[in-house]
T-cell receptor, first 110, second 119 residues
Framework: GENVEQHPSTLSVQEGDSAVIKCTYS??????FPWYKQELGKGPQLIID???NVGEKKDQRIAVTLNKTAKHFSLHITETQPEDSAVYFC?????????WGAGTKLIIKP | EAGVTQFPSHSVIEKGQTVTLRCDPI?????LYWYRRVMGKEIKFLLH????????ESGMPNNRFLAERTGGTYSTLKVQPAELEDSGVYFC?????????????????FGPGTRLTVL
């Protein structure tokens, strides 16, 4: 079946450094790629998304890039802060059905 | 505005018992989704309601799982009888499609999840 692979499963970075999380997808019909952040005790929350007609999108310290040919997309967080510590999920699909990655636990070291 | 709420937050039951999870979506959201995450793995889609109708239930694991959304408001997910492999966190999400400059937009808002442990 269709799947989304996410790497790494755990990422530890020094506060102030950048973090990059990568995902690949198998369904070439996918046209919508959201990223969700899950903090402890809460449900996932949308932080940024990108559609297949765009190669890059940025919102302050976070950015997402999409390579449709290679079927991969990445989340970039710059100048990481302690509050960025969380589990991040990528997903790919359409507006109504998403296939999710396994999540990346991001740890920001002081 | 209240977000998506789920009840209970935790449930510990024995194999063979029945458990019913409840989700209250954001008021006015027609779309309601159920997902499950087993420890350390991906979030897996279970099913999707549009109002009271099941739009897609392709992710439901087997007939021990029954989801309802009577009246198109809150939804319940019943597991009967529960098995060990049903353990995990069950998330509910709701959304309302809105027209945007680049097409329809369907942000899903998640509840905090119900952690189900089957012993």
């Amino acid at each position: 079946g269709e799947n989304v692979e996410q790497h790494p499963s755990t990422l530890s970075v020094q506060e102030g450094d950048s973090a990059v999380i990568k995902c690949t997808y198998s369904d070439s019909a996918s046209n919508y790629f959201p990223w969700y952040k899950q903090e402890l005790g809460k449900g996932p929350q949308l932080i940024i998304d990108i559609r297949s007609n765009v190669g890059e999108k940025k919102d302050q310290r976070i950015a997402v890039t999409l390579n449709k040919t290679a079927k991969h997309f990445s989340l970039h967080i710059t100048e990481t802060q302690p509050e960025d510590s969380a589990v991040y999920f990528c997903a790919g699909g359409s507006n109504y059905q998403l296939i999710w990655g396994a999540g990346t636990k991001l740890i920001i070291k002081p | 505005e209240a977000g998506v709420t789920q009840f209970p937050s935790h449930s510990v039951i024995e194999k063979g018992q029945t458990v019913t999870l409840r989700c209250d979506p954001i008021s006015g959201h027609d779309n309601l989704y159920w997902y499950r995450r087993v420890m350390g793995k991906e979030i897996k889609f279970l099913l999707h309601f549009v109002k009271e109708s099941k739009q897609d239930e392709s992710g439901m694991p087997n007939n021990r799982f029954l989801a309802e959304r009577t009246g198109g408001t809150y939804s319940t997910l019943k597991v009967q009888p529960a098995e060990l492999e049903d353990s995990g966190v069950y998330f509910c999400a709701s959304s309302q499609v809105v027209a945007g400059a680049t097409g329809a937009y369907n942000e899903q808002f998640f509840g905090p999840g119900t952690r189900l442990t089957v012993l």
